[in-house]
């Protein structure tokens, strides 16, 4: 930033540019990692529901036996479900410290104690 301050030279213009060009490839190398820790967790917690269920199968797709419609009406249920989760953790006795508490947090916590 100092040589931009003080009148930026061409090779730091370069470095930038050079710098800039980099950050797509990054950032789709951190979507990735994001995406599989995602997909990590909502396995684990499959799993968990699900003890029997083979985890090595789902690599390979839905079963065979779907037609188009019915995999697009799996994939809005699922994001219903997606939608809905909000800091979900792996353990329920488990806090996630990293996440605020929402006022709709708040609201679902004075629920519970009037029950």
């Known amino acids: 930033m100092e040589s931009l ?4 030279s061409s090779v730091s213009l370069d470095k930038v540019a050079l710098r800039l060009q980099e950050v797509p490839t990054r950032h789709g190398e951190e979507l990735g990692e994001v995406a599989k ?4 967790q909502a396995l684990a917690i499959t799993k968990s529901l699900y003890p029997r269920v083979e985890l090595n199968t789902v690599t390979e797709g839905l079963a065979t036996n ?3 419609d019915d995999v697009l009406r799996l994939v809005n249920e699922a994001q219903v479900a997606v939608e ?3 800091g979900v953790r792996f353990h329920k006795s488990q806090s996630n410290p990293g996440r605020r508490r929402t006022r709709e947090d708040q609201n ?4 519970k104690t009037r029950r």
């Not at 301050?5 to 930026?8: I, N, T, W």
């Not at 820790?37 to 990590?40: E, G, V």
């Open 5 to 8: 301050a003080s009148g930026s």
């Open 84 to 86: 809905s989760i909000d």
């Open 37 to 40: 820790m995602s997909a990590s």
């Open 66 to 68: 779907y037609e188009p």
């Open 108 to 111: 679902r916590s004075q629920r």
